[in-house]
């Protein structure tokens, strides 16, 4: 499996190789537009498969990013990193994620993985019990790494597809599937026992954590020629790695019509 720190390191490489991309076709349809004696359009739509609803999710992209994040999200989470101590907030967020433990066990069985099963349960018994509730991540100093599986990935290894690419409101990317996932995934136990007020402070510390993550690739998201093209293009490639443990297979080559036909002479 491959490191956290090579893992992210091809992320991002994929990442910017997609925007490479996108800037080439951008230059390109402006370049057309030119010639034709029009007005290169604002905002370039590519036709990309996984994202037939692109039309619809570039706006509530763009209201996610310059309403939302600029007026909420990122204000109150640098008042969330100024007033909470980082130890405590580490705290937090260890508890919050030692309660996804179990939902990680189940989802390691049912996609038939019995060592991450094991390490997902050894993780919610030590860390419920000498870890606090969670506060502590003790089971990491024992060796046992989070294991991370959810409904998502369960459902991609039972050959369900991702479904169309979605940008919801307040929430971010995501697809069909892993709406689904993520709805089944808070039914289990002990999240499905939650009340009101408890999910909602987990799903703010959830979200407040997360952002503060994003600070580190933020110039990179302003800088880029098509930030919703980068966000979902680094959503796919990070549920890629998830679902393949962090070893994903090389991408398949598309071959052109003629050298499919020349294949076909030879054979």
């Known amino acids: 499996m491959l490191s956290p720190i090579k893992s992210v390191a091809l992320l991002l490489t994929a990442v910017l190789l997609t925007g490479c991309a996108s800037s080439k076709q951008a230059e390109q349809q402006a370049a057309t537009a030119g010639t034709a004696g029009q ?3 604002k905002t370039v739509v590519y036709d990309d498969p996984r994202d037939p609803w692109e039309r619809v999710n570039r706006p509530l992209f763009d209201f996610n990013l310059d309403v939302l994040d600029e007026y909420l999200l990122r204000p109150a989470t640098v008042g969330y990193m100024t007033i909470v101590p980082k130890p405590a907030r ?3 967020k ?3 994620d030692n309660l996804g433990e179990p939902a990680s066990f189940l989802n390691s069985v049912l996609q038939a993985k019995p060592e991450k099963a094991a390490v997902s349960a050894g993780r919610f018994l030590v860390n419920s019990t000498v870890g606090i509730v969670g506060l502590f991540d003790v089971a990491r100093k024992m060796g046992l790494e989070p294991a991370d599986e959810d409904f998502n990935q369960t459902l991609a290894v039972w050959g369900v597809g ?3 690419y979605l940008m919801v409101p307040a929430r971010g990317p995501t697809t069909i599937r892993g709406t689904a996932g993520g709805i089944v995934d808070n039914l289990y136990f002990p999240l499905g026992l939650l009340n009101t007020p408890l999910t909602l402070t987990r799903a703010a510390i959830m979200a407040l954590d997360a952002r503060e993550e ?3 690739v933020e110039d990179m998201l302003n800088n ?3 930030p919703y093209s980068f966000v979902k293009e680094a959503y796919f490639q990070r549920q890629r790695f998830k679902i393949y443990d962090g070893n994903p297979p090389p991408p398949e080559e598309t071959l052109d019509d003629d050298t499919l036909d020349f294949l076909d002479e030879i054979e």
């Open 162 to 164: 991702d479904g169309p």
């Open 214 to 216: 994003l600070m580190q």
């Open 90 to 92: 580490k705290g937090l």
């Open 39 to 41: 007005q290169a359009p």
């Open 94 to 96: 260890n508890v919050v």
């Open 224 to 226: 880029s020629l098509d």
